[in-house]
């Protein structure tokens, strides 16, 4: 089993929806949680960090934390063409010593 | 805040030749730095954790000797690929934790490091 696992997609979503993206850890003593984007060729940039149950809003973003089913997920709101990008889920073990990432779920908004 | 420099951003080098890549936290010191590769259209793969002043932390499969990496300080971690082959050739990321408070990682711009 991974330790962190995500659907690689592509998932597709018409503009103006709500997008998504979900992701499974397998590590139950992990502390920290983390969305990052990457667009094709670049480097990820960190869009939210959670670290306790329930959601955490971010503009359009919303982060949520379910440590009992060991789950998180990433909701977009009114997405953007520009929101197209590979979406990666990261979360720190239970040591905190290292970043574990998911394998990326690719987004795609559709005008 | 939180920016973290790498560079350079892309080189070409000749088979056999060795390759540094650096990676500075510009405004906050970082004891851990993390460094990555990636294939095109795969995901990360971390390579190795630096911790400053102490030696590298290398994942499973990772040659150290090939890959040899020197944190000297808490704002600063090279990546030297020595005896660089064309296998090597791939998308090489670093990223930084502060040191206090704040748990997330911070990524560099990347290298794209071809071989030939």
């Known amino acids: 089993q991974k330790e962190v696992e995500q659907n690689s997609g592509p998932l597709s979503v018409p503009e103006g929806a709500i997008a998504s993206l979900n992701c499974t850890y397998s590590?139950?003593?992990?502390?920290?949680f983390f969305w990052y984007r990457q667009y094709s060729g670049k480097s990820p940039e960190l869009i939210m960090s959670?670290?306790?149950?329930g959601d955490k809003e971010d503009g359009r973003f919303t982060a949520q934390l379910n440590k009992a089913s060991q789950y998180v997920s990433l909701l977009i709101r009114d997405s953007q063409p520009s929101d197209s990008a590979t979406y990666l889920c990261a979360v720190t073990g239970s040591s905190a010593s290292k970043i574990i990432f998911g394998s990326g779920t690719r987004l795609s908004i559709r005008p | 805040g939180a920016v973290v420099s790498q560079h350079p951003s892309r080189v070409i080098c000749k088979s056999g030749t060795s390759v540094k890549i650096e990676c500075r936290s510009l405004?906050?010191?970082?004891?851990?730095m993390f460094w990555y590769r990636q294939f095109p259209k795969k995901s990360l793969m971390l390579m190795a954790t630096s911790n400053e002043g102490s030696k590298a932390t290398y994942e499973q499969g990772v040659e150290k000797d090939k890959f040899l990496i020197n944190h000297a300080s808490l704002t600063l971690s090279t990546l030297t690929v020595t005896s660089a082959h064309p296998e090597d050739s791939s998308f090489y990321i670093c990223s930084a934790r502060p040191t206090r408070g704040i748990s997330e990682a911070f990524f560099g711009q990347g290298t794209r490091l071809t071989v030939v």
């Open positions: 405004d906050f010191q970082a004891t851990t």
């Open positions: 959670i670290y306790s149950n």
């Open positions: 590590d139950r003593g992990s502390q920290s």
